[in-house]
């Protein structure tokens, strides 16, 4: 009988480890994919009718350009942007909200936005934050960008396109990571970077992986169109 | 208590093997959607954040 009980007990704590570093995020990934497609077929919904803001054109390479549209600041815990990799797998779609704390943002598989950087399209530094593992791990392929891939956050304004540059590795307080320029808080912001941010190694907390990116276009959705890096394939 | 449980059990072994899967299943259910993430986001300390 207490042999038996045991021997279940047992199974329990190591199913636990099976779940904590596989089935857990097969099973939290889904729901998260799931619930950013919900919301980003509801932002293709109801599109805004206001009309697509004027291009600039450049005469020289004949590309098109669009001034980002300005995000509200975001609260606490709320989603209100949805990222999207490709690296990561045409599916990869989670969705972003305010905060980088675990009970409400990161341990509800969201990529959580780092509330004193700046949101994204703006001059400076949008930083996010993500679990490397556990939770749907939503960064743990961080290492594999490569230079060029894009990252994309769709918000209901359209898709602000960044693209990957460098990765580092730093410990945890190694807060000018998120500076306006990133790692040089006395430069003055002029460029527009995302940062992401994750632990590393993996199932450790002694040090984080950083990933750096530039910004690279910002398409509105009152376009009808759907930004090329999502779809034009990985070199 | 696995044996006492095989004996309360209705029905022929079949029967019985069903019923024992369906426990099984519901209790993996439980432990992976309910119990599991409890004891993740109570005890397991993990920061992907910067501070």
């Known amino acids: ?235 | 208590m696995y044996a006492a449980l095989w004996r309360i059990l209705p029905g022929p072994w079949f029967v019985k093997l069903l019923i024992v899967l369906a426990l099984v299943a519901a209790a993996l259910y439980g432990l992976f959607m309910y119990v599991y993430p409890w004891i993740a986001t109570t005890f397991v300390p993990d920061g992907g954040t910067i501070q």
């Not at chain 1, 803001?53 to 942007?81: F, H, I, L, M, N």
């Not at chain 1, 006395?186 to 040090?207: D, H, N, Q, W």
């Open chain 1, 1 to 235: 009988m207490l042999g038996e009980i045991l021997l279940t007990l047992g199974v329990v704590v190591l199913l636990y480890v099976a779940w904590q570093i596989w089935i857990g995020d097969v099973i939290y990934g889904q729901t998260s994919r799931a619930e950013a497609q919900e919301l980003s077929a509801q932002w293709a919904q109801s599109a805004p009718v206001a009309p697509a803001p004027e291009p600039t054109a450049d005469p020289e390479t004949q590309t098109v350009t669009y001034e980002p549209a300005a995000v509200p600041r975001d609260e606490d815990g709320v989603p209100w942007a949805i990222m999207r990799v490709p690296r990561w797998g045409s599916d990869y779609e989670i969705k972003i909200a305010g905060g980088v704390s675990k009970p409400r943002t990161l341990d509800r598989t969201w990529i959580g936005h780092y509330l004193d950087t700046e949101m994204p399209g703006e001059v400076g530094n949008f930083g996010l934050a993500a679990h490397r593992t556990t939770f749907g791990a939503p960064f743990a392929r961080l290492p594999e960008l490569r230079v060029g891939d894009p990252l994309v956050i769709e918000t209901e304004a359209g898709w602000y396109v960044y693209r990957f540059r460098n990765l580092e590795y730093v410990r945890p307080d190694a807060y000018d990571v998120l500076a306006d320029v990133p790692q040089a808080p006395e430069v003055a912001p002029g460029e527009r970077y995302i940062t992401l941010t994750s632990c590393s190694p993996k199932f450790s907390m002694t040090e984080r992986i950083v990933g750096y990116g530039v910004f690279d276009s910002f398409l509105p959705r009152a376009t009808g169109e759907t930004p090329a890096a999502l779809t034009e394939g990985l070199i």
